[in-house]
């Protein structure tokens, strides 16, 4: 039977594409977001004003800086003492006679009682100065009458390095002039250019001794001296030296207005550099120590000389040219110099008074660092901000596509599938399920009209509608047959059409079909026959058998070819068994080929599990990459097929695990040459790397053996795992067998991590009570709350408190002391089991403390027990004093803190001034063997002093004899604490009757010590 299809015209094609129309409107979302972003980024100006930060951070580092430099210069031309020193010595030796002004600068003879007598003075100053030298020398002339290079007496003293700890004999320390009779005298090595006397070189205003000499002396010393004081505005080094420096002097002026010397003090270039990093400048600037004659800093150009710069490369000008700023900002003093490329910052430093002599000289430090560094940030978020937008535009117009694609795709395979139904009007349509609920039932009422149509034009309606491949089909009747034209060729059976074809043939051609290629039932139990080809491939069809019942009673079949199906599941299964990689099982399939082996021991005998884990494999994927990974595990693939046996299952379990399993052995001993054989074979084998390396196969294992550890699948899985893991953590490149002893220690390990998980989850603890009682009356004045806890593997607070510090749950350890101790004691003193106006201490940890909500959680459930609550700290934990205060500062809590085990841990004294606790509990150890022990006796004594004089009280705990309690309470203690006089329990026991009658008698005696 055949079925022709009307030719139908196709309707024009108008409006626009359901694609294109989202597509669209999507993008004009998207342009309005970008437009909005740009906008933003243009009228926020964020680029300018970080531009004008960096310059402001620019400026505040230079103003630290130069204030920092100030209180340098400030503090070494503090000379005052030193020159009032100097002239008392010097006035001294005048009238004892021992030296002359007329002849003073003639010799170092004429000036050595002088320069002798000042040394110490300079050595002094020299050491409590952070100056590298301090010079003396000694002038009575006028200077500009004074022939160049002639010598004048002189004390030059340097100390390269004044930071550093002074040497007792001076070795630290140079003369670099000084009289060869002083240098003898005092034992202080000479610098390198040395000489007796110095040597005048005229140098103007620009040497340390000319300025200030000439101003005090030319003025008649109508000022004080450190108004003449004067720093040199180059850098110098002394002749036959390599140092650059810069010195401060002032001239020595007696009370008679004598000038008769200069002394100053020197810092060397280098000492400066180390107070003028360049690193703060972003590594990339430059610190300038300048003066200019410009007094007003806000000009549009400044002259600079520069005297001293940072030592960074890349900057312009150098200490000996001059420098011209353009100006930037005058708010701000910054400049810009050589040609706009670097920004200049520029502080001022006062050195001299407003009427010195040269108070027209002003220094300026200058730091400056190159525009394009400066705002390198700026300018790399304007371009990171382009990118994003970039970016943004680039995956909305790819998100726009894909979205609008995915919308318009159930539309368009709707329309296409209606198109293809309406060009077949013999067909039942199929439409595709959408997910949209009303294309959807749009599908459906279409499917279901087209059926009503084909329901009345053709008779073959149910084979159709089974169609989803190529078919044929058959309607069988009592009296008639109607097969469709392909039937027969499709099994097969084309050329053994009967003809006519009657039922009875019909039948008897159907069972011959059975009888020669029937395959297999499908899982809706329908018949599959395997029908070969003459090309040599097999075809295979499903034949679905439906009968109809009623007046027309018929039965109708579906032949539907289903080879691509069934190798598309042959596939599948294949792919699901073994490996793509290896060849090897998978998973699934090793555990279903070894659990039918374990439902039959006898072909068992001995065998042995081997799990495996590839070695390096990760460093080989780094190294080479992941096509040499994939190699190294193939060849470890086809190493294990190719040397084991046939009794053997092999199994890649993941990316570099294997399983092996071996079978069928008499003993372990002939199984073990097996794993040896195998062992050998892998370090044969050999892959050349890239580089030109071998690769060896190294592989870490584990061994498990059947039935020896296990008479299971699982337990060898087990077994094996613990095994290798072990050879992983030890011996990588082994095969080792497992040990069933260190597996019991990791399982304990694990149990005692699982029940500390436990106890957090569920609260697993509870607390006893220990009474602490008057040294006076022996009543009962607070509880200590102890923790207990009762777990298979924890038994002692000590290992909780140990896992929780191992693993950062001592919040849950603090949480859980405070709310249920606190509970357990207020419901203890309702039931009157506790003394009801006692006070509780509960045990915190020193650098925890509880959230903002526990606090306010504990207020409102114990407000009036929070008035009484002593937290008392240990000393095992450093004191963390944010949690510290986080504690005090807890609202209606008393602020009572008791420090434990006093005298036990470090820093006792530095914790007792950090947490001023109202009580300090003082050591089982310094208590035990006190009565004994006149040491602990002194300690104690000394600590109750301390304490009374500031209202604190003395808790002695761990009293456990009566000698140790008449000995604390004779020492003055407050309270008491230990098992001599009540041990911790749930429902404590009242003060030991001998113990309230020890307290009892030394009470009494301590108020009749006559006993009358």
Known sequence: MQNRKPHRQKAPQTGHSIFGTILFSLLAVLAVEILLLTFAAHATRLGPQLNQNAEDILAMQVDNRSRYLQSIFHDAQELTSLSDAINGLTQQLLDEGEISLSTLDSSSDAAYPLLEAAAPELISTLRIKSVTGVFLILNTHDLDKQKQDSRLPAIYLRDLDPDAAPSQRNADLTFVRAPAQLVQSLSIATDNSWSPTIRYRALGNRGFLYPPFQAAYKDGASLAASDYGHWTSRSYPMPGDTHEAIAYSQPLILPDGTVYGVIGVELLADYLWENLPCSELQNNGTYFLAVTGTEELSASELQLRPVLRSHCDGQPGSADESLTLRLHSAQTRRYLFSDALYIASVSPLNLYSRNAPFSGEHWLLVGSVPAVQLFAFAQRLQQLLSFIILITLAVGFVCSWLISRRLARPVAKLSAEVAAAEADSSAIPHLSTTGIRELDQFSSAFTQLSKDVLDSSTRFLRIMKLASAELGGYELRDDSVYVTDNFFSMLGLAQEQPDPLTPKAFRALMGTLEQRWFYRLSPANNKVFAIPQPDGSTHYITLRVTHILGENASEVGLAEDMTTTVLEQQRIEHERDYDTLTGLYRRRAFDRACEALFQQPEKLGCAALL?????????????????????????????????????????????????????????????????????????????????????????????????????????????????????????????????????????????????????????????????????????IAAYEALMRVDLPTLHSPAQVMQLAHETGRLYEIERITVFHSSALFQRMQAQGLLQSDALLFINSIANVSLTVEDVEEYAQRYPELLKRLVVEITEQEDLDRACLERKRNVPGFSGSFALDDYGSGYSNELNLLELSPRYIKIDISIVRGIDTDRDKQQIVSNIVAYAHARSMQLIAEGIETEAQLRTVIGLGVDLLQGYYLSRPAAVPAPIAPAAQAMIDQLEHQRFDPLGL
Not at 626 to 644: E, L, P, S, V
Not at 691 to 698: D, F, P, R, T, Y
Not at 718 to 728: G, L, R, S, T
């Open 611 to 779: 799990m495996m884990d590839l070695d390096n494999l990760k460093q080989i994927n780094d190294t080479y990459g992941h096509d040499w990974g994939d190699q190294y595990i193939r060849q470890t693939g086809q190493c294990f097929a190719a040397n084991t046996p046939a009794n053997t299952i092999c199994s890649r379990l993941s990316g570099d695990e294997f399983l092996i399993f071996f079978y069928g052995y008499q003993d372990q001993a002939q199984l073990r040459a097996q794993l040896e054989l195998l062992s050998a074979a892998l370090q044969r084998s050999v892959s050349i790397l890239p580089n030109g390396k071998q690769l060896h196969i190294s592989i870490s294992g584990g061994i498990a053996w059947y039935p020896t550890d296990g008479h299971d699948l699982l337990t060898l899985k087990k077994y094996a795992d613990f095994a290798m893991y072990q050879v992983k953590h030890s011996h990588k490149g082994r095969m080792c067998d497992f040990d069933i002893g260190s597996y019991h220690q990791e399982a304990y390990a694990a149990q005692t991590q699982q029940d500390f998980a436990r106890l957090l989850q569920e609260e697993l603890v509870t607390y006893h009570f220990q009474p602490i009682c008057s040294a006076r009356s022996g009543r």
